[in-house]
């Protein structure tokens, strides 16, 4: 297929996690740009074409991927979000629950590059979003491994940039600061749940703590994709874009 016949269709773009938060958001978001969304996810959603698709297993993101790009014979955009949170420092953290994070956050996002990389080569054009964290600039405590998976992210977003520019390929990651999602309010949940701490109070403190004074939402995470999977951004790659209510300067 030719640049011209890939220009006369609608651009289709693959997001990893898109079920709730900030990938239902950018689901959303993306549709309303009218792409092709496509949505990679172990919980249903009713946004976007949704695959049941266990980002851990790597054979099966290959084979999602490949039948999505069999379909349209394109794939423009890669939001790369799935991923979960993990609270414990060095010491507590065991094998198991190290490589189920793993796994999911940093395996499955190796999976969704490798298996649209090869069409966004021949397209010459493509665009990767890593949805990574402000962890992959900071350190916060009790982090150890979410902290890591969020700096490998980083990582991959610098070198994908700099092994595919030739080919057109733009790869960044956003790296948001304290969004108000479900994973986040599962996180407060469980820190109070094991420190007898007030949800309310603890969720004004976060809110405090951001120089904004307040939390960012799901919604302004989207937009910020939305613009670098743009031709807007075409000179921006290999970057970490922070958006974090400022918390990272201080």
Do not use: W
Not at 211 to 219: A, K, V
């Amino acid at each position: 297929m030719n640049n011209d016949s890939l220009q006369q269709q609608n651009k289709v773009c693959i997001v990893t996690g898109g079920s709730s938060g900030i990938g239902l958001a950018i689901c959303q978001s993306f549709i309303d740009a009218e792409y092709i969304v496509y949505n990679l996810d172990i919980s249903t959603s009713n946004t976007g074409h949704f695959i049941d698709c266990d980002m851990r297993d790597s054979q099966q993101v290959h084979t999602a991927i490949g039948n999505i790009i069999n379909s349209h014979g394109r794939v423009d955009v890669l939001i790369s979000n799935a991923g979960m949170h993990y609270s414990a420092n060095i010491e507590n953290t065991s094998e198991q629950a190290f490589e189920q994070l793993f796994s999911l956050n940093v395996k499955g996002a190796i999976a969704a590059t490798q298996a649209v990389l090869p069409m966004m080569k021949q397209q010459h054009n493509g665009a990767i979003i890593y949805i990574a964290s402000d962890q992959a600039i900071i350190g916060k405590p009790s982090s150890f491994a979410y902290n890591l998976s969020k700096h490998a992210l980083a990582s991959m977003a610098k070198t994908t940039a700099l092994d595919y520019a030739s080919f057109n390929i733009r790869a960044n990651a956003i790296c948001p600061g304290t969004i108000e999602t479900p994973l986040y309010h599962k996180a407060i949940d469980n820190y109070c749940q094991s420190s007898g701490a007030d949800k309310n109070k603890v969720h004004a403190e976060e809110a405090a703590l951001q120089p904004l004074n307040r939390l960012g939402q799901p919604q302004e995470v989207a937009d910020f994709a939305l613009f670098l999977a743009s031709d807007k951004a075409s000179f921006i790659t290999g970057s970490l874009q922070v958006i974090d209510g400022g918390y990272t300067s201080k």
